[in-house]
């Protein structure tokens, strides 16, 4: 059974910093893709970030380019998330995913496993 578990999320003020992780498991043996998305209350999912299985091949939406940084444990089963310059428009749900494929998309639709999603809040 394949679980992803978050963590990271919580109330920041506008301009600070947080660190989301993603712990996979039940997927031993796999080359998967990895990527976060979002989603505001009264809005859809988006794209935020994602990485290849080997890592060579990165997505950031233009929105958060510069300012986000996604990368993956040594173990590869863990994805981190590090958001800078925090802005209170971020303010969402925060998912990570798994797409069972070794190349990632922007597309959630293409990703056959998600976590229960993190709560980030940012005051202004």
């Known amino acids: 059974q394949v679980q992803l578990v978050e963590s990271g999320g919580g109330l920041v003020q506008a301009g600070g910093s947080l660190r989301l992780s993603c712990a996979a498991s039940g997927l031993t043996g796999a080359t998967y893709a990895m990527g976060w998305f979002r989603q505001a209350p009264g809005k859809e999912r988006e794209f935020v970030a994602a990485?290849?299985?080997?890592?060579?091949?990165?997505s950031y939406a233009d929105s958060v380019q510069g300012r986000f940084t996604i990368s993956r444990g040594g173990a590869r089963n863990t994805v981190y998330l590090q958001m800078d310059s925090l802005k209170p428009e971020e303010t969402a749900v925060y998912y990570c995913?798994?797409?069972?494929?070794?190349?990632?998309?922007?597309?959630?639709?293409?990703?056959?496993?998600w976590g229960q999603g993190t709560q980030v809040t940012v005051s202004a």
């Open positions: 995913a798994v797409r069972r494929m070794a190349t990632a998309t922007t597309r959630a639709p293409d990703y056959n496993y």
């Open positions: 990485m290849s299985w080997s890592g060579n091949r990165i």
